[in-house]
């Protein structure tokens, strides 16, 4: 981390270095559920009880012109120029060894800022929920009363991965119908141990929001009271290391490939990509050319935070 | 139609209206086009002060910060931005901006360290073309 | 052998077929992307029976002479710096002819924040003149009696507050408040949709709405209490017909409020009034005027059961549009602006503002206001256009163009009713995110040049010389933050301490505000004092942007 970083320095100018875990809330669902409102009154609870917190929001880019509106900060406006809120909006894509990766790293920097509390949140496109609930504590899938064709239509797995779900807009008409349709969804396929609750919510008038994070409060005592906590921890750990290895490996063929001509030119003879890619990697010393991830000196907050 | 990898760092533009001003047609106008050149754009909307457009470059790790001003208070505004990145110590991030800017004051402005400002009338892709010239290397691919 | 005579319609038809046309890009639609055909014919008149200027829908106008009894107002908008300069131009445009005022206000005051707050530092007079109390009012009007002159006054969160002013002013000039004629524009909701200068939540924002125009329709009857505008819109971007469609939907949520708060139809629809954008696209301009004005009386007869005549009958005043303008070859906007204008005219407009050529880079000169001034009176005395009643009223285009824009009007009218009404809508985004498809759309087609500016994107010219550009004094700011401290030194402080309190407890309350907000006025409290006693008690409104 370089002293002359500006996200660095702008974390080093809010906060205490304690380096401890801090939790880790991830908010996902499809576009126009309120999520950023809803965290928006998250952290202004958050802030009312004094924790510091960091949120982490993530829009998609165009998978064509890799442009993209981030566009979460602007609904968190009445945070802006508190130190002890840090908020950094990322494109889903683009980043080395993927989101996910980007994400952990930055976790846990922000610890080491003292953060007392991360919170992500992601559109419910492509994978990006998969990828927010194999990095938080805790997930919160967000839904709306408006569903159009019904919470049958919600995506496979959605629900799986939800610690807790909210409905938001809780004054629109057919709230209570969806309520009806995800308890029974639920109560088809148990979580162990933990019974997901359904929550109501208006996140525009800050109704809820208590309730929210007491639920959230509780999925954490009972992470940490049955084991759970910390078998999921080791595992994101392990995976992490997985995925670093893939992204490590990824890039020591990249650059394999740019750097040996010669290489190049047998595998477009050969087509034998899989062959070529054993090649490179059990052969010592070609070590990549470029850092692995996570160490650019150059980039802001240790490279991965994009 | 072929979707390329993206490179690592992509450009991260702050767009946003400081000052009092509410016309915000350009400044939309402007977040999509570069959208859809391949930059990641943040805005952070009206009424900002210099404070907080250059907090949330330093928080979201922005290269370039872009301000719309219709109001007239120009002479006063975009100093303060550039004013504000200096105390922060992040001079590095470039400053350009557009709106109602008569010519004497825009060589006024350059002066004081805005790069670049674009008057009424100019093509978005001017203000691509200026972008991807002046970030050459961190340039997202596009088609 | 018999050759059968050709049907002329026929033969036309084959004969423009067989034509050649121009290669440089015929549009094939209007502006706002309504389909154009090459001709129109009696087929496209729609069957219905011949309208009359005067008479209910009024399409042909209001007035059942009209121009022929009095001629559109020639209001051009005009402030800036401060009040002294301001009341200078009005000396000058009222002796060159100008028959109405319009006030135009800075930033600060249209955000209600006083000269010496620290959000007003380098935006102090430059789009219009500073008010901060009751003495800069009264400086503005100075040697102009309000008894002769009807004002215009462009400002909407702190409406009430000028308004109150200029009564107080009035009486200062011995004019009673019930002799006083203008227009308050006091069109919160278009903030919301368009020009965001809002600052109250929308709730509390109409009930200052409704409390001015309660007030004003007992104590104020000659006044028109607001201005419901579609020009902001249009400038923010949208095309004709969402300008048509979203500003009588406004116009249709005031009345709801109204009569919500108690009011009959008759007692107050009289004074609502309409402000449009007279955009470039000639004849969708024309038929967008005719349009409202038929859409207006029909929802007004048929859903509100409006009686009085005059509650039917849709008064609006025009501004030919700034966004049209341009920074190149700025001459050109002169005959923009008269085609606009035209376009206004031929519309039945009741009153009129010309832009001046160099609006697009500063406040216009002397020389560029009164160019913009003569061009109404050329229009009024050398083109004839005048003279005649709804000139264009039968045309096979302008009818069959206005029977589309009601049409594409009424459809918009039922999605917003879907969404739950104007409010909803506006908080669901749904104006806002029209403009801003609407707008990117526009910039694209300019960028692909299947849209011409002339000096933008064809027709150039390298090197322009640079036009000589009004420029705000720097001093006149210091000198405004100085003069909004001496009125608060010098006025009696027990009496404005008294009415701020009196008015946060109206405020609270459900009392009609403007007694207490003129009371406050009097007592030399400053606008931006007011408007924070008032943000006390109803907060400030955070949009939720859409981009």
């Keep these: 981390m370089e002293g002359r970083d500006p996200a660095v320095r702008s974390l080093e100018q809010s906060l205490r270095k304690e380096g401890r875990a801090p939790g880790v809330v991830g908010f996902t669902g499809a576009p126009g559920t309120g999520k950023s409102t809803l965290v928006d009154g998250v952290v202004a609870l958050l802030r009312k009880r004094e924790s510091s917190v960091a949120v982490l929001a993530t829009d998609p880019n165009s998978p064509f012109t890799g442009g993209a509106i981030l566009g979460d900060r602007i609904r968190m406006q009445r945070h802006a120029l508190d130190p002890k809120v840090f908020i950094r909006s990322m494109g889903a894509r683009g980043h080395l060894g993927g989101l996910s990766l980007a994400t952990r790293q930055a976790i846990r920097l922000l610890g080491a800022f003292g953060f007392d509390e991360v919170i992500l949140e992601t559109v419910g496109v492509g994978q990006s929920e998969l990828e927010v609930a194999a990095v938080a504590d805790t997930t919160v899938v967000v839904l709306t009363p408006n569903l159009g064709d019904g919470v049958q239509m919600i995506k496979a797995g959605i629900l799986e991965i939800a610690d807790i779900l909210v409905v938001n807009k809780a004054d629109l008409d057919g709230h209570a119908r969806v309520v009806t349709e995800l308890r029974s969804m639920l109560s088809l396929a148990p979580k162990s141990g933990w019974k997901p609750p359904i929550l109501a919510t208006v996140a525009a008038k800050q109704e809820g929001v208590e309730g929210l994070w007491e639920a959230v409060l509780a999925h954490r005592h009972h992470l940490e009271s049955s084991g759970q906590g910390r078998h999921l921890a080791e595992q994101r750990l392990k995976d992490e290391t997985a995925e670093a290895a893939a992204e490590i490996a990824r890039d020591r063929v990249r650059h394999a490939l740019v750097d040996d001509p010669a290489l190049a030119a047998r595998l477009l003879a050969e087509g034998a990509p899989y062959r070529t890619a054993e090649e490179i990697l059990n052969s010592p010393g070609k070590l990549s050319s470029s850092p692995p991830p996570g160490l650019r000196p150059t980039s802001p907050a240790g490279g991965e935070v994009n | 139609m072929v979707v390329r990898p993206t490179l690592v760092r992509p450009v991260r533009i702050i767009v946003a209206k400081v000052g009092l001003d509410g016309h915000d047609r350009g400044v939309k106008v402007v977040a999509r086009a570069l959208r859809d050149a391949g930059y990641e754009v943040i805005y952070t909307g009206l009424r900002q002060t210099p404070e907080m457009v250059v907090d949330a470059a330093l928080q979201e790790d922005a290269q370039v910060i872009g301000l719309s001003i219709h109001s007239g208070a120009h002479m006063t505004l975009f100093p303060a931005v550039v004013q504000e990145l200096k105390r922060r110590k992040a001079t590095d991030i470039v400053v350009f901006g557009g709106g109602i800017i008569p010519d004497d004051d825009i060589a006024a402005l350059n002066k004081q360290g805005v790069e670049k400002l674009f008057t009424p009338g100019t093509p978005l892709q001017d203000i691509v073309d200026w972008l991807r010239k002046r970030f050459p290397e961190e340039s997202r691919q596009t088609n | ?547």
């Design chain 3, 1 to 547: 052998m018999k050759v059968r005579a050709r049907d002329a319609k026929e033969a036309w038809k084959e004969d423009f077929e067989a034509s050649l046309e121009r290669d440089d890009g015929i549009e094939t639609s209007t502006i706002s992307g309504i389909p154009l055909k090459p001709l129109y014919t009696t087929e496209d008149l729609p069957p219905r029976p011949e309208e009359f200027p005067g008479q209910f829908p009024y399409t042909r106008g209001i007035h059942p002479g009209g121009y022929r009894g009095r001629l559109w107002t020639m209001r051009q908008f005009s402030g800036f710096a401060t009040a002294e300069e301001t009341n200078r131009r009005y000396k000058y445009l009222l002796a060159n002819g100008q028959t109405g005022l319009s006030v135009a206000f800075d930033m600060p005051t249209l955000m209600g924040q006083d000269s010496d707050a620290p959000t007003s530092r380098g935006e102090i007079g430059h789009c219009g003149v500073a008010i901060d109390s009751l003495a800069d009012m009264e400086a503005l009007f100075d040697g102009i009696p309000l008894t002769d002159i009807t004002t215009s006054m462009t400002i909407n969160s702190p409406a009430a507050i000028l308004l109150c002013m200029y009564i107080a002013v009035a009486e200062e000039q011995g004019v009673p408040a019930s002799r006083l004629g203008g227009t308050l524009q006091n069109d919160i909701l278009k903030e919301f949709i368009a020009q965001k200068e809002f600052i109250f939540p929308p709730a509390a924002s109409m009930r200052l709405v409704v409390d001015s125009i309660e007030y004003c329709a007992k104590e104020v009857p000659q006044w028109n209490t607001i201005s419901i505008s579609g020009y902001h819109i249009r400038e923010a971007g949208s095309t004709a017909v969402q300008e048509l469609a979203f500003t009588l939907a406004d116009g249709m949520a005031y009345v709801d409020a109204c009569l919500e708060r108690g009011m009959r139809i008759d007692d107050f629809a009289p004074r609502l009034s309409f402000f449009f954008d007279a955009h470039i696209d000639f004849f969708e301009e024309i038929a967008k005027f005719r349009a409202a004005r038929r859409i207006w009386a029909r929802w007004m007869r048929e859903r509100y059961g409006a009686q009085d005549e005059r509650s039917l009958k849709l008064r609006f005043h025009t501004q030919t549009a700034g966004v049209s303008l341009t920074a190149q070859q700025p001459e050109l906007n002169i005959a923009r602006t008269a085609i606009e204008a035209l376009a206004a005219v031929l519309g039945g407009t009741q009153s009129l503002h010309t832009n001046a050529m160099d609006e697009v880079l500063a406040l216009p000169t002397d020389k560029s206001a009164r160019i913009a001034l003569r061009t109404q009176q050329l229009l009024a005395f050398e083109s004839g256009v005048a003279n005649t009643i709804d000139p264009l009223g039968g045309s096979y285009f302008v009818e069959a163009l206005t029977d589309e824009m009601e049409r594409q009007a009424e459809t918009y009218f039922k999605r917003i009713a879907d969404l739950g009404g104007v409010i909803p809508a506006i908080e669901a985004s749904f104006f806002q995110k029209e403009i801003a498809d609407s707008a990117f759309r526009y910039q694209q087609e300019l960028e692909q040049k299947s849209r011409i500016m002339i000096g933008v994107n064809d027709f150039k010219v390298d090197d322009e010389p640079p036009i000589e550009i009004l420029r705000i004094d720097p001093k006149l700011e210091s000198e405004q933050v100085a003069r909004v401290r001496e009125v608060r030194r010098k006025r009696d402080q027990a009496r404005c301490s008294n009415a701020l309190t009196g008015l946060h407890k109206a405020a609270v309350g459900t009392d009609n505000l403007m007694p207490y907000i003129l009371e406050a006025v009097r007592a030399y409290a400053t606008e931006g004092e007011i408007m924070n006693t008032l943000i006390e008690v109803f907060g400030i409104y955070t949009e939720q942007a859409v981009v």
